[in-house]
């Protein structure tokens, strides 16, 4: 089976801090995401990586930065939380064109 | 953005019945789709796909109809069962790393 972690199930944080999330799959895919699920607005991709060291854009990557330095780990950074980044943020991973694996998700508040 | 949408945002059905969910998606040249099922706190889990090729793809009590003409997707699950209660949602793919997502259905089946 197909396994996607995220390192934290729940997470508080304030305003202004750096805050880190963290996925790992087991699988050897090569693409990897993070998304942000808010009620009436689906899930939102922030970053993709379809290698290592290789990041593309999503459809709001503004407040985010991303980091791929090994295939099965995928890093989310929030440079400076904000309220307004409290979510769920669900990674995920997949083979090119075939269906994404997800993790468990972090819902993070940010006061 | 792409623009994934579901017709019904909520669907309750009676425990044996068939439960259709429907999806509506706005890119022809999309050739590629999914429906995810997401339980509350959790990841949303892999169902079912379909590439554009076919119109049908069945598995275990779940169909997946494809209608390119009006660019209609549909996932039947049959004698819905009370662990069948979810949200679930389609997304969409064209020939690319990228998924757009539906803001997702809620099925609550009635015991």
């Known amino acids: 089976d197909v396994k996607v972690t995220q390192s934290s199930r729940y997470l508080v944080k304030r305003t202004g801090e750096k805050v880190f999330l963290e996925c790992v799959q087991d699988?050897?895919?090569?693409?990897m995401f993070w998304y942000r699920q808010d009620p009436g607005l689906g899930l939102r991709l922030i970053y993709f990586?379809?290698?290592?060291?290789?990041?593309e854009k999503g459809d709001i990557p503004e407040g985010y930065s991303v980091s791929r330095e090994k295939k099965e780990r995928f890093s989310l950074i929030l440079e400076s939380a904000s309220t307004n980044q409290t979510s769920m943020y669900l990674c995920?991973?997949?083979?090119?064109?075939?269906?994404?694996?997800f993790g468990p998700g972090t819902r993070l508040t940010v006061t | 953005g792409e623009s994934v949408g579901l017709h019904l945002p909520t669907l309750s059905v009676q425990e044996g019945d068939n439960s259709i969910i429907n999806c509506a998606y706005s890119n022809s040249a999309s050739d590629y789709f999914i429906w995810y099922k997401q339980e509350s706190g959790k990841g949303p889990q892999f169902i079912i796909d379909i590439r554009s090729n076919m119109d049908k793809r069945q598995g275990q009590r779940v169909t997946v109809l494809l209608n390119k003409t009006v660019k209609h997707l549909s996932l039947q699950i049959a004698a819905t069962q009370p662990g069948d209660s979810a949200v679930y949602f389609c997304a969409e793919n064209k020939a690319g790393n990228q998924f757009y997502f539906g803001t997702g259905t809620s099925l609550t089946v009635i015991p």
């Open positions: 699988m050897d895919h090569e693409n």
């Open positions: 995920a991973s997949s083979l090119p064109a075939y269906e994404q694996y």
């Open positions: 990586s379809y290698d290592v060291k290789m990041k």
